[in-house]
């Protein structure tokens, strides 16, 4: 997966932002639309932060957000709006 992240990074698909000891978000564009695909917090308050300096990197585009419902009034306080319910697939 680091090579992946690392491909990426280097062709100015994937961004990050971080705030050193306290949040990083990471995010993917796909022409006009951003995949926010992991935040980290170690502080209250700085998951948003996070979030919110990461989606600067990307003006004009829409963010989008896969995550879990335990995770949606997160989502929500950033300003993200419900789209639809996703399923789940597993295979064993």
């Not at 090579?3 to 050193?20: E, M, P, S, T, W």
């Not at 564009?29 to 996070?50: C, D, F, M, Q, W």
């Amino acid at each position: 997966m680091a090579v992946d992240y690392g491909n990426r990074k280097n062709h100015g698909v994937l961004n990050c932002f971080a705030i050193q000891d306290k949040c990083t978000a990471i995010g993917m564009r796909y022409e006009n639309t951003v995949l926010i695909s992991g935040v980290a917090s170690l502080l209250k308050g700085y998951g948003k932060k996070a979030v919110n300096g990461l989606l600067s990197n990307y003006e004009n585009c829409t963010a989008i957000a896969v995550v879990e419902d335990k995770n949606r009034g997160f989502y929500e306080k950033c300003g993200f709006t419900f789209l639809s319910t996703a399923g789940q697939w597993s295979r064993k």
